[in-house]
């Protein structure tokens, strides 16, 4: 077994099974019942038990290096400790299948829908983050008013209320002649020129297919 566990098989292993006789209750009411399968293997339930510790400990440690500490202390561990996580997993496991087969069909249909809602906000998350990289240098959109409002905002005494500051810059926008205006439409024509001209350069780098790509994949699961 690998020294570094993923983090998120960690995480999910903090989740334990617990269906008392409230949650049964709910769910005759036919309420959702949420029955989270227990962590993966007695060495993941070692992890939960320890990470913490270990963390707590050392405060300023990132996260691999704890988890290869603690799985250090597992290596090290007595045959018959670990005996006993591995009895508390089969045991958990013995559990979480004894809950699953009390569901009706009908909560079954409706936990398979709640994994399904789990998996699609994990993989839009992904998604999103993958578009973030790829428009990470993108120019931001932004008008002849807004490049105004940045100036005076930044040169309004503080502290002051924000929505009174606007309100104020809203105020002197009116007011200005179109002569007064222009210096700020040509740094908003400026911008559309950048943006347009990052267009471009993801078209030559080859990023506008995936970026398209991911936008659909995003819309799609947004639905």
């Known amino acids: 077994m690998s020294l570094i566990t993923p983090l998120r098989n960690i995480t999910a292993g903090l989740r334990c099974l617990s269906l008392s006789s409230n949650s049964l209750m709910a769910a005759a009411n036919k309420q959702p019942v949420v029955i989270t399968k227990p962590a993966k293997s007695a060495y993941l339930l070692f992890m939960v038990d320890n990470f913490p510790t270990v963390k707590r400990n050392n405060p300023n440690m990132?996260?691999?290096?704890?988890?290869?500490?603690?799985?250090?202390?597992?290596?090290t561990l007595s045959a018959v400790k670990k005996g006993s996580y591995e009895n508390k997993f089969q045991q958990q496991m013995k559990d979480y299948t004894k809950a699953l087969n009390m569901l009706t069909d009908e909560q079954k249909d409706d936990l398979e829908r709640q994994k399904k809602l789990t998996r699609d906000a994990r993989k839009l998350r992904k998604l999103k983050k993958e578009l973030s990289d790829l428009t990470s240098d993108k120019p931001k959109r932004t008008t002849s008013y807004t490049f105004f409002q940045k100036e005076k905002l930044n040169n309004m005494p503080s502290p002051r209320k924000i929505m009174d500051q606007m309100g104020e810059c809203a105020e002197m926008w009116k007011k200005l002649s179109s002569h007064e205006k222009l210096p700020y439409e040509r740094m908003s024509e400026q911008n559309k020129k950048d943006i347009d001209a990052w267009k471009?350069?993801?078209?030559?780098?080859?990023?506008?297919?995936?970026?398209l790509e991911l936008k659909k994949k995003i819309a799609e699961l947004s639905e």
């Open 62 to 75: 990132k996260s691999p290096q704890i988890i290869a500490l603690v799985a250090q202390e597992w290596n």
């Open 200 to 211: 471009q350069k993801t078209v030559a780098d080859g990023r506008a297919n995936k970026i």
